[in-house]
């Protein structure tokens, strides 16, 4: 497993907001944790997004960094769970 900052526009670590890489459900991928709380996971194969259930909109700063990490908006997030693209589960 490695785990590295979120980094600025400017190069910097931002505190709190993680990458890890790991494994879940067996699939190799990256993982979005902001906090303590795991926000998202991209698997590796390029299988189905998934974001935690109950902390995927935690707050403006989790979505402020989700967002970026997703590479889109909360829109763009929202249309793509409604319609089954993202799965939301368990991750936490």
């Known amino acids: 497993m ?3 900052n979120m980094t600025s ?3 910097n670590d931002i505190p709190n907001q993680f990458i890890v890489e790991g494994e879940h459900n ?14 998202a996971f991209i698997p590796a194969n390029g299988s189905s997004i998934t974001l935690d259930r109950d902390k995927w909109d ?3 700063t989790t979505g402020k960094y ?3 990490f997703l590479g889109e908006g909360i ?7 409604k319609s089954g693209e993202y ?6």
């Open 58 to 60: 935690y707050s403006t």
């Open 66 to 68: 989700r967002n970026q």
């Open 9 to 11: 526009n400017k190069g």
């Open 26 to 39: 067996g699939q190799s991928g990256r993982f979005f944790q902001s906090y303590s709380s795991v926000i």
């Open 2 to 4: 490695k785990v590295q």
């Open 87 to 92: 799965i939301l589960a368990d991750l936490n």
């Open 75 to 81: 829109a763009e997030t929202r249309k793509k769970i």
